[in-house]
């Protein structure tokens, strides 16, 4: 019998060990990721693209070993166009998207999440008043990061324009028939700067118009072009992106033939919410995508800024870095799509 008992204990025993190196093995094996598929938007030729983020995969691979994952192979691809890295998101075939935009990630967050948005180089003013914009002129570039941009409304020299400058500098409302009897340059209905944006901005303001309710609008093919019909008087107001007039400031005084500097012609009399940069996406339906593992990509992500190599691999898309998202960032992009839903009908 107790032969018998002993046979029985050092089985056990040895079924313990064994259980217990299991256990072990499996943890861990649950920290290695065979194969990361990355996959960017094709907003640069492929091949720019491909070459400009190859070292991403040595220092995304450190990063992560930094954060307790050995990633044995990362594999870097273009999508042919914004959609098709939508639908591999979804399908699984893509683990990770970069670049994408905020209207290409709401099509497509049944099948993935927004875990960062990128970053580029910040303002010396963000502010929803616009009189903080004209006290604080000229705008510079800051040392902050900035997820997004604003939509701006730029009042020009014309008669009409320094009127509805000087009310909004007097901290006057301005009234739908200010607005409607102006000169607006207006860029296309799918221009988030330059139509959708300040579309939600009028909306908001004035009782849901919208800027085909304006009775004086031109469309223009470009922001230089509707600078130039500012310049001239032919227009008193435009629409536009947050630094716009810092990359039109010499163009005010030579191309444009201007005497004073664009700062001194120009006021903001509407500042739109924010415009969200480009997302970092990860699939839903991706086997590797573990809420462990997602923490650990953030991380990494945020982290490539942080040495020379790591800028210049992100510069491909003139991102300056990363900062934590969540899908709520994009509401105002949300409200954005059902406007052009309305407007196309």
């Not at 002993?6 to 990721?33: N, P, W």
């Not at 609008?217 to 001239?232: G, I």
């Amino acid at each position: 019998m107790k032969k018998i008992l002993t046979v029985c204990l050092v089985a056990l025993a040895a079924m313990s060990l064994f259980a217990g190196g299991s256990s072990e093995s499996t943890g861990t094996d649950s920290k290695v990721i065979e194969n990361l598929r990355i996959m960017y938007v094709p907003s640069r030729e492929p091949e720019e693209i491909i070459t400009a983020t190859e070292p991403l995969k040595k220092i995304l691979t450190e990063e992560l070993a930094a954060q307790g994952y050995t990633v044995e192979n990362i594999d870097i691809s273009v999508g042919t166009n914004y959609e098709a890295v939508g639908v591999a998101l979804t399908a699984g075939s893509a683990d990770v998207s970069v670049g994408m935009p905020a209207n290409t990630y709401l099509l497509y967050d049944q099948g993935c999440d927004v875990i960062l948005t990128a970053t580029r180089d910040g303002l010396s003013v963000d502010s929803d008043d616009p009189r903080d914009w004209n006290n604080n002129e000229p705008i510079t570039a800051s040392t902050e990061q900035a997820v997004g941009y604003r939509a701006i409304i730029v009042a020009g020299p014309s008669e009409k324009g320094k009127e509805l400058a000087a009310k909004v500098n007097a901290g006057e409302a301005l009234t739908w028939d200010d607005l409607n009897s102006a000169n607006w340059a207006v860029m296309s209905s799918t221009s988030s700067a330059g139509y959708v944006y300040p579309t939600m901005w009028i909306m908001e303001n004035y009782d849901n118009k919208t800027i085909a309710d304006l009775a004086h609008t031109v469309q223009v093919d470009s922001y230089p072009s509707a600078f130039a019909r500012l310049a001239s008087g032919q227009v008193d107001v435009l629409c536009t992106f947050a630094d716009a007039r810092r990359d039109y400031e010499e163009d005010w005084n030579t191309t444009f033939g201007m005497q004073n500097s664009i700062w001194e012609d120009t006021d903001l009399i509407g500042v739109t919410p924010m415009i969200y940069n480009d997302t970092v996406c990860v699939s839903k339906t991706s086997e590797i995508m573990t809420d462990d593992f997602v923490a650990a990509l953030q991380q990494a992500f945020m982290n490539l800024n942080k040495t020379e190599e790591g800028r210049q691999a992100i510069a491909i898309y003139s991102h300056t870095g990363y900062l934590p998202a969540t899908s709520s960032d994009y509401d105002n992009e949300r409200t954005a799509q059902e406007i052009m839903r309305s407007l196309n009908g």
